[in-house]
């Protein structure tokens, strides 16, 4: 029971995360469309660092279906979902190397990196055009630059929870 409990609490706090990145205005500072922080990727980062593979499939797969009926619709799912899948794919392999060869900026970075790929690919399905794959650059460097600042929020995030010892279930 409290492993359901901290897991509801994690999706709702993904989804409030994925409100307020909403308000963030990244494209007055950076002209990229669709550019995000990606903030509940911390939600992700700490369901696979400090629960299990399944419950950050559940709390991820999750998010994205209710913020995609709160926020989006139909396509907003495809991306989201393709994104989200990529990146968590990555994140798991990366996770692990962990402390040996990938730290958790490495990790962040990775799954940002696939986030965007996972979206291009479905863009490029869905259009059914590859021209889409051009603006993959783009989209890798400001994710590489996201994943480092989310993976510093969690880094400081986790040194507040390992220094507190609080999440157990």
Do not use: W
């Not at 709160?70 to 989201?80: A, D, K, P």
């Not at 399905?125 to 794959?133: R, S």
Request: hydrophobic share 60%; proline share 3%; net charge positive.
């Amino acid at each position: 029971m409290k492993k359901l409990t901290l897991n509801s609490i994690l999706i709702s706090l993904a989804l409030v995360l994925s409100f307020v990145e909403r308000f963030i205005p990244l494209n007055l500072l950076v002209p990229v469309p669709g550019l995000k922080l990606g903030l509940a990727n911390i939600v992700t980062m700490f369901a696979l660092f400090y629960l299990d593979i399944p419950s950050a499939i559940t709390i991820t797969v999750l998010r994205c279906v209710l913020a995609s009926l709160i926020f989006g619709g139909m396509s907003s799912l495809i991306y989201s979902l393709s994104g989200a899948f990529f990146a968590l794919v990555i994140m798991i392999i990366l996770k692990l190397g962990y402390e040996k060869a990938f730290s958790l900026v490495g990790i962040s970075m990775g799954g940002a990196a696939a986030h965007n790929s996972g979206q291009i690919v479905a863009a490029s399905l869905m259009m059914k055009n590859t021209a889409i794959f051009a603006y993959l650059p783009i989209l890798l460097i400001t994710g590489l630059v996201t994943g480092i600042l989310t993976a510093i929020i969690a880094m400081n995030l986790f040194l507040v929870f390992d220094k507190n010892n609080r999440v157990k279930y």
